[in-house]
């Protein structure tokens, strides 16, 4: 067992009998009290957030996490199916592990899984992704004076704001994490 001097963010513990998370972790010391850890955790079963106090040097079980890089072949009802390239076995991740980047996920995209045992118990999809745009808006000619934006939807389905000069038909990169427009690529 390990204390909570050996947490750090990232780290997954077993809180109340749950696998979570560690979002934040921060020692205090306030005032003439003692000192604590205040940690805010995420649930890998549902997702939801929690907070709770641990004391200084109280136990705490730090789970082992295994984490591989995938192949995301295709969608199959509420998962993804993807592939590990070394042993060729096609696991079932479901799609809300990935939150809100799925949305620009395409077949071919690696991706990074943690697992426990055989579980996969979170998700990440790339970065930065390539998409081509599949219907805009055309800009009007001239309104560039102010960083203008107008909504474009991709090969994926999904809606980015993107600049005026953005046209259909066009590749441009989107970050994942945020949902938006970074560049166009040639």
Not at 101 to 121: C, H, L, N, Y
């Amino acid at each position: 067992m390990a204390t909570t001097q050996d947490v750090s963010v990232g780290n997954f513990i077993r809180f109340n009998g749950e696998l979570c998370l560690i979002t934040e972790w921060q020692h205090r010391t306030p005032g003439n009290l003692r000192a604590f850890y205040q940690a805010k955790m995420r649930r890998v079963k549902d997702g939801k957030s929690a907070e709770n106090r641990f004391r200084s040097g109280e136990t705490v079980e730090i789970v082992r996490v295994e984490t591989h890089e995938l192949q995301y072949l295709y969608e199959e009802g509420d998962a993804f199916v993807c592939m590990n390239n070394d042993t060729y076995d096609q696991i079932p991740i479901q799609k809300f592990l990935f939150g809100d980047g799925s949305r620009f996920m395409k077949e071919g995209d690696t991706v990074i899984v943690a697992f426990e045992g055989e579980t996969p118990i979170s998700a990440e999809p790339p970065q930065h992704t390539v998409l081509e745009v599949t219907y805009t808006e055309p800009g009007v000619k001239g309104d560039t004076a102010t960083n203008t934006l107008k909504p474009a939807t991709v090969e994926t389905g999904a809606s980015v704001n993107v600049p005026l000069f953005v046209d259909t038909g066009e590749k441009i990169r989107i970050d994942t994490r945020t949902g938006t427009y970074v560049e166009r690529v040639k």
